[in-house]
């Protein structure tokens, strides 16, 4: 029989979470697959639907008032901490395996994004792409989704912020090349680890970390604003890694830098807790014990102002050897602001091109 502490490659979540919005759930009876109904390494299902909305307005005090979208629901990526797992069960999935084996892709999107920006009482503030699941996951290099709803942006002159962790979006460095210029785009590149190994546990199917530096100096080569976020930081697994992965940053380019805390909400603290037993065995209640140290003694953390950042002894040396390694690298780069007044509305059909 196979031990079932065995970390199974290639994804990140190791079971399927029980829905909250699910008074019932399919469970394996017998190790030995009697009652087997999932295989946790079945291909991806891309579910096609076309959308009624692609911008969602988000008012939250820890990010300001902006817009997100998202042309993906779920992601193959599969990094085990993140906080948009949650969000799957509202399109009735779970947090586990169903959120990166389950994709739902959004294949109007760009025309939506169009009928949007049409609108009169259309109000000019950034979109930030990806504000919950990765726009450049794997399926987007044949989908092309983004790059469109990419085209409709450099269209209409409107302010974007993206943030992904694939090499992918190098694809679209021509299209960033042009609203960089107009100080319409900043990027950021999701960097957790400065080690392939502890890459390969935490997001699987994510581009190398050496393929995100050659990410970083491709896009700052360009000119184009390139922020990193060294996140999510879990004591005990990557938190001594912030100076060399502000080294390596700022040797190709980057303009600045961001962190968060690690923080599992609702089903993700039943994934993740899964996970780091299988993963890391030796020290899981370590992890564990640390990171309810920075969140007042529970995974759970939603308190505004103290959530991406923690709290408590752990969370404040974490502070410290962020900014300490940021101001001895990063010191005197600049990241322009995203202008808002360019924005035009088509008189002449553009909208037909979408």
Same mark, same amino acid.
């Given at each position: 029989?196979?031990?079932?502490?065995?970390?199974?490659?290639?994804?990140?979540?190791?079971?399927?979470?029980?829905?909250?919005?699910?008074?019932?759930?399919?469970?394996?009876?017998?190790?030995?697959? /009697?009652?087997?109904?999932?295989? !946790?390494?079945?291909?991806?299902?891309? $579910?096609? %639907?076309? &959308?009624? @909305?692609?911008?969602?307005?988000?008012?939250?005090?820890?990010?300001?008032?902006?817009?997100?979208?998202?042309?993906?629901?779920?992601?193959?990526?599969?990094?085990?901490?993140?906080?948009?797992?949650?969000?799957?069960?509202?399109?009735?999935?779970?947090?586990?395996?169903?959120?990166?084996?389950?994709?739902?892709?959004?294949?109007?999107?760009?025309?939506?994004?169009?009928?949007?920006?049409?609108?009169?009482?259309?109000?000019?503030?950034?979109?930030?792409?990806?504000?919950?699941?990765?726009?450049?996951?794997?399926?987007?290099?044949?989908?092309?989704?983004?790059?469109?709803?990419?085209?409709?942006?450099?269209?209409?002159?409107?302010?974007?912020?993206? /943030?992904?962790?694939?090499?992918? !979006?190098?694809?679209?460095?021509?299209? $960033?090349? %042009?609203? &960089?210029? @107009?100080?319409?785009?900043?990027?950021?590149?999701?960097?957790?680890?400065?080690?392939?190994?502890?890459?390969?546990?935490?997001?699987?199917?994510?581009?190398?970390?050496?393929?995100?530096?050659?990410?970083?100096?491709?896009?700052?080569?360009?000119?184009?604003?390139?922020?990193?976020?060294?996140?999510?930081?879990?004591?005990?697994?990557?938190?001594?890694?912030?100076?060399?992965?502000?080294?390596?940053?700022?040797?190709?380019?980057?303009?600045?830098?961001?962190?968060?805390?690690?923080?599992?909400?609702?089903?993700?603290?039943?994934?993740?807790?899964?996970?780091?037993?299988?993963?890391?065995?030796?020290?899981?209640?370590?992890?564990?014990?640390?990171?309810?140290?920075?969140?007042?003694?529970?995974?759970?953390?939603?308190?505004?102002?103290?959530?991406?950042?923690? @709290?408590?002894?752990?969370?404040?040396?974490?502070?410290?050897?962020?900014?300490?390694?940021?101001?001895?690298?990063?010191?005197?780069?600049?990241?322009?602001?995203?202008?808002?007044?360019?924005?035009?509305?088509?008189?002449?059909?553009?909208?037909?091109?979408?």
């Amino acid at each position: 029989m196979e031990d079932n502490n065995e970390l199974i490659k290639g994804r990140g979540a190791q079971m399927q979470a029980k829905s909250r919005f699910h008074a019932q759930e399919i469970v394996q009876e017998h190790m030995e697959g /009697i009652d087997e109904i999932t295989d !946790i390494n079945t291909p991806t299902q891309y $579910l096609y %639907e076309n &959308a009624k @909305q692609i911008v969602n307005k988000v008012d939250s005090p820890d990010i300001g008032l902006a817009y997100s979208m998202n042309p993906y629901q779920g992601c193959e990526h599969g990094c085990i901490y993140c906080y948009a797992r949650n969000s799957h069960e509202y399109w009735g999935y779970n947090a586990g395996i169903d959120f990166e084996k389950k994709i739902i892709v959004k294949r109007n999107a760009a025309s939506v994004l169009a009928k949007t920006f049409e609108k009169p009482n259309w109000e000019v503030l950034p979109i930030m792409f990806s504000g919950n699941t990765d726009c450049y996951q794997p399926i987007e290099r044949k989908l092309q989704i983004t790059r469109n709803m990419l085209q409709v942006i450099a269209t209409y002159k409107h302010p974007v912020g993206m /943030i992904t962790k694939n090499h992918l !979006i190098t694809r679209d460095i021509d299209i $960033l090349k %042009e609203l &960089a210029a @107009q100080q319409l785009v900043h990027v950021s590149i999701s960097i957790t680890s400065a080690r392939d190994e502890i890459r390969q546990k935490l997001e699987p199917r994510a581009s190398a970390i050496s393929q995100r530096l050659k990410t970083v100096e491709a896009l700052a080569k360009e000119n184009i604003p390139v922020n990193v976020m060294i996140a999510p930081i879990i004591p005990g697994i990557n938190h001594h890694e912030i100076p060399q992965i502000m080294k390596q940053i700022a040797d190709a380019g980057a303009s600045s830098a961001a962190y968060t805390i690690v923080r599992l909400n609702g089903s993700i603290g039943v994934v993740f807790e899964d996970w780091i037993r299988k993963a890391y065995p030796d020290r899981a209640d370590k992890v564990l014990n640390q990171i309810k140290e920075c969140h007042g003694g529970t995974l759970n953390d939603s308190r505004f102002s103290t959530r991406m950042r923690g @709290q408590g002894n752990i969370a404040a040396s974490i502070h410290d050897l962020f900014y300490v390694s940021r101001k001895k690298y990063l010191s005197g780069r600049e990241y322009p602001p995203l202008r808002t007044d360019l924005f035009v509305r088509s008189n002449k059909g553009q909208l037909g091109l979408f």
